[in-house]
């Protein structure tokens, strides 16, 4: 071996945590993070999702104290799911003043005002046969689940959410939900749009948590077929022409070229769903000692960030706080 070969010595910088911590490249910090949260009518609810260990729904004076925690974390925001008590086939509750999730926005930002709160804004947990937008004749009609949509982004908007986060992959959601809300004299709630989700095998403890699996069919009608990636950027380049603030790519794990790609082509901020499904694969292994949690979770939200995500979100967020400040 010549000393020529060995003049780069990458290991130099690689010696101790000290020159380790100087040139890492991706930064990870709580703020990047948002925590899904579902509520459920009642009080003192705490229903612990089996699929989900760790995640429990929880009626809105339980989240309280959740969203407080999520505040003194450093976090970056939450992101609500409602359950309502009564599904219909239209999905009524999810633009009713007084439904699950307005009730719930009102109520943790009148507790705990400097918390930022997305409403995650889809019919799929309102409507009795649970899919993403009303049916006719068998399928989901577009153009009438848009309107309804609308109407939803508002009702949360005048509750006091922060932005809204269309999640049905209708055609012209963002659009829709954009007039809606100039209309209403929401210019300033930004939509961050679930632009590029695919129909994934990972939600699949989602669906206990947020009781919405579909009466009839799937939903591959309107979520994306995961080999699909030139379809991604249409799908995308849709969402920023209607008005889209950010982009989502869900699921995380099985997508990360997805995110990567979508870092490079748009100048918006994008964000990434680690899903319920990545979330029980590794609590199923760590409760089997198979796998250091801690470990597995913080070099998976470092790995979303270095593909390029801004954002991630995470049933992990408390715990990754808590990992990130050593508390
Ligand atoms: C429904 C919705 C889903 C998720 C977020 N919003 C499930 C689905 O489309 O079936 C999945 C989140 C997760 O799995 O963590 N609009
Ligand atoms: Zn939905």
């Known amino acids: 071996m010549t000393t020529d070969l060995l003049l780069h010595r990458p290991r130099r910088l690689r010696r101790n945590p000290a020159i380790r911590r100087m040139t890492r490249e991706t930064r990870l910090g709580p703020e990047h993070l948002i925590l899904p949260l579902f509520l459920v009518p009642g009080r003192d609810v705490v229903k612990p999702v089996i699929s989900m260990p760790g995640v429990a729904q929880l009626s809105i004076d339980r989240a309280i104290p959740v ?7 450093g976090l ?72 309804i949509l609308g109407q939803v982004a508002i009702s949360c908007a005048r509750a006091g959410v922060d932005m809204v986060a269309p999640s049905g992959m209708m055609d012209g959601m963002v659009g829709a939900i954009r007039a809606a809300l100039d209309g209403d004299g929401h210019a300033g709630i930004p939509i ?54 950010l982009l989502m790519v869900k699921p995380g794990l099985a997508y990360m070229d997805i995110v990567r790609d979508m870092r490079e082509r748009f100048d918006l901020p994008v964000a990434v769903y680690n899903v319920s499904g990545e979330y029980a694969m590794v609590k199923a292994a760590a409760a089997n000692g198979w796998i250091d949690e801690e470990r597995v979770v913080m070099e998976t939200l470092t790995g979303f960030r270095r593909a390029g995500a801004d954002l991630i979100l995470t049933y992990h967020a408390l715990d990754a706080a808590r990992w990130m400040t050593g508390q």
Do not use: W
């Open 76 to 147: 970056g925001g939450i992101i609500l799911f409602g359950i309502p008590e009564r599904k219909d086939s239209v999905g009524s509750d999810a633009c009713d003043p007084n439904g699950i999730v307005q009730r719930a926005i009102r109520a943790i930002k009148e507790a705990v005002p400097e918390l930022y709160v997305i409403a995650d804004t889809c019919l799929c947990e309102y409507t009795d046969h649970a899919h993403c937008g009303v049916i006719d004749g068998g399928e989901v009609d577009n153009d009438k689940t848009l309107q």
């Open 192 to 245: 961050m749009s679930y632009a590029v989700k695919y129909a994934s095998a990972y939600y699949g403890p989602f669906r206990d948590a947020a009781e919405n699996t579909p009466a009839f069919g799937d939903r591959r009608a309107y979520q994306m077929d995961p080999a699909n990636r030139r379809e991604a950027f249409r799908e995308a380049l849709l969402d920023v022409e209607q008005g889209a603030d």
């Open 67 to 73: 969203a407080r925690e999520a505040l003194a974390s």
